[in-house]
């Protein structure tokens, strides 16, 4: 379909939103017990899934919350809650629990409690930001983000997003303590993690004992000075929704700085998103960061009443328009996506992969006008 043809205005978005929504619910009648992940020839592979730990398995649970709220399907909820049960099974591991705990929360118990009120999913996400608030390290203000031996001072830009299941217990508890520790965490990474033209490393080091910052160590992208795209739209996002939860105006700043960044370099490549910025041309694309940031890059717009970030969120769809399969009889809907800029993990090069799908619908919906969020925000905000 031609570029020009896919408008994404109210309406238009929402014409694509049910189309997606028509592909998630086939693609829910073929899946069987699979956890999707990544798709390979149209078909979702089953390896992740097997394995409670990995961090993207609450994503396709997350599709069906938020498309519960686009047309209600008890199919959705059901397969959803299995998922959530399938889940919590990982606290049986509890060594293996790391600060992703956040992503599976706020996409099962969080979603599913907000939905239907339902005491056990309220308990369940409550233990869950228990834990990850427990992983705090009083001494550099921050959370621990990996398990690995040697990386008890590792903090990933990806933390961001998790610190609004700590918002939410907050707010659920009527307890300071877990904001306070998301608003330290965010200060930390704000004076440590984000350079001065708004780009962001994928990982800092602190010494655990002293709290200082000890070095950079090497993450997903291509050095550790470099620009993982990735990165980048967990910050631009995370700042984000950091200032919706908090109205703190520094987050603001920097979402913003975060945003034009992103958008500077979107230019400069055509809105065709590689996985490092800066970096050497190796084949490697990353759809997933363009659907992140887009999605981070609507509510942006909300909040300045700015339209040119709605309009730059509506070109990483629109200029990516040929990576977006709607077909329903081919599992994986955003193509292209890696999960490094090596992309030496198992077969995640320019591949279809389950959270790009998540933002790609989230993106659609505040798009097509709906306020619902699963990142814990009240209604509306």
Same mark, same amino acid.
């Given at each position: 379909?031609?570029?020009?043809? /896919?408008?994404?205005?109210?309406?238009?978005?929402? +014409?694509?939103?049910?189309? %997606?929504?028509?592909?998630?619910? !086939?693609?829910?009648?073929?899946?069987? #017990?699979?956890?999707?992940?990544?798709?390979?020839?149209?078909?979702? +592979?089953?390896?992740?899934?097997?394995?409670?730990?990995?961090? &993207?398995?609450?994503?396709?649970?997350?599709?069906? /919350?938020?498309?519960?709220?686009?047309?209600?399907?008890?199919?959705?909820?059901?397969?959803?809650?299995?998922?959530? #049960? +399938?889940?919590?099974?990982?606290?049986?591991?509890?060594?293996?629990?790391?600060?992703?705990?956040?992503?599976?929360?706020?996409? &099962? %118990?969080?979603?599913?409690?907000?939905?239907?009120?339902?005491?056990?999913?309220?308990?369940?996400?409550?233990?869950?930001? !228990?834990?990850?608030?427990?992983?705090?390290?009083?001494?550099?203000?921050?959370?621990?983000?990996?398990?690995?031996?040697?990386? %008890?001072?590792?903090?990933?830009?990806?933390?961001?997003?998790?610190?609004?299941?700590?918002? /939410?217990?907050?707010?659920?508890?009527?307890?300071?303590?877990?904001?306070?520790?998301?608003?330290?965490?965010?200060?930390?990474?704000?004076?440590?993690?984000?350079?001065?033209?708004? =780009?962001?490393?994928?990982?800092?080091?602190?010494?655990?004992?002293?709290?200082?910052?000890?070095? $950079?160590?090497?993450?997903?992208?291509?050095?550790?000075?470099?620009?993982?795209?990735?990165?980048?739209?967990?910050?631009?996002?995370?700042?984000?929704?950091? $200032?919706?939860?908090?109205?703190?105006?520094?987050?603001?700043?920097?979402?913003?700085?975060?945003?034009?960044?992103?958008?500077?370099?979107?230019?400069?490549?055509?809105? *065709?998103?590689?996985?490092?910025?800066?970096?050497?041309?190796?084949?490697?694309?990353?759809?997933?960061?363009?659907? *992140?940031?887009? =999605?981070?890059?609507? &509510?942006?717009? *909300?909040?300045?009443? #700015?339209?040119? $970030?709605?309009?730059?969120?509506?070109?990483?769809?629109?200029?990516?328009? #040929?990576?977006?399969?709607?077909?329903?009889?081919?599992?994986?809907?955003?193509?292209?996506? =890696?999960?490094?800029?090596?992309?030496?993990?198992?077969?995640?090069?320019?591949?279809?992969?389950?959270?790009?799908?998540?933002?790609?619908?989230? &993106?659609?919906?505040?798009?097509?006008?709906?306020?619902?969020?699963? /990142?814990?925000?009240?209604?509306?905000?």
């Amino acid at each position: 379909m031609a570029e020009q043809q /896919w408008q994404l205005d109210d309406a238009g978005a929402q +014409r694509v939103l049910i189309q %997606a929504y028509a592909k998630v619910d !086939t693609e829910l009648q073929r899946l069987g #017990d699979k956890i999707p992940y990544i798709a390979e020839a149209g078909v979702y +592979r089953e390896d992740r899934g097997r394995d409670v730990t990995w961090w &993207t398995n609450g994503f396709f649970a997350g599709m069906l /919350w938020q498309l519960e709220q686009v047309q209600h399907n008890p199919a959705f909820i059901a397969r959803a809650r299995r998922d959530s #049960d +399938r889940l919590m099974t990982r606290f049986r591991q509890f060594t293996t629990i790391d600060h992703d705990i956040g992503f599976v929360a706020l996409q &099962t %118990a969080v979603a599913d409690f907000r939905a239907t009120g339902q005491k056990k999913a309220r308990q369940e996400a409550l233990l869950m930001a !228990t834990v990850l608030a427990g992983r705090y390290n009083p001494a550099g203000q921050f959370l621990r983000c990996w398990n690995q031996p040697g990386r %008890a001072g590792w903090v990933i830009i990806d933390s961001m997003m998790n610190l609004n299941l700590l918002f /939410w217990a907050g707010r659920e508890l009527q307890d300071p303590r877990f904001s306070q520790i998301a608003v330290a965490h965010a200060d930390s990474v704000l004076a440590n993690q984000m350079r001065a033209d708004a =780009s962001a490393y994928h990982v800092v080091g602190y010494d655990p004992v002293s709290g200082n910052v000890a070095d $950079y160590p090497p993450g997903q992208g291509y050095s550790p000075q470099s620009a993982w795209t990735r990165g980048q739209g967990w910050a631009l996002y995370g700042f984000v929704l950091a $200032y919706q939860q908090t109205g703190f105006a520094r987050y603001l700043t920097m979402a913003r700085a975060s945003a034009d960044y992103f958008i500077t370099q979107a230019e400069r490549y055509q809105w *065709i998103i590689p996985a490092d910025f800066d970096a050497p041309d190796n084949g490697v694309l990353d759809m997933s960061a363009a659907m *992140i940031a887009a =999605s981070g890059l609507v &509510t942006l717009s *909300i909040i300045d009443n #700015d339209p040119g $970030y709605r309009q730059a969120a509506e070109r990483l769809l629109i200029r990516n328009r #040929d990576r977006i399969d709607l077909d329903p009889t081919r599992d994986g809907i955003v193509q292209d996506c =890696s999960g490094s800029y090596a992309s030496q993990m198992d077969g995640e090069k320019n591949v279809p992969i389950i959270y790009a799908d998540f933002f790609f619908i989230e &993106t659609l919906m505040k798009l097509a006008g709906y306020k619902y969020s699963l /990142w814990a925000l009240p209604t509306g905000v």
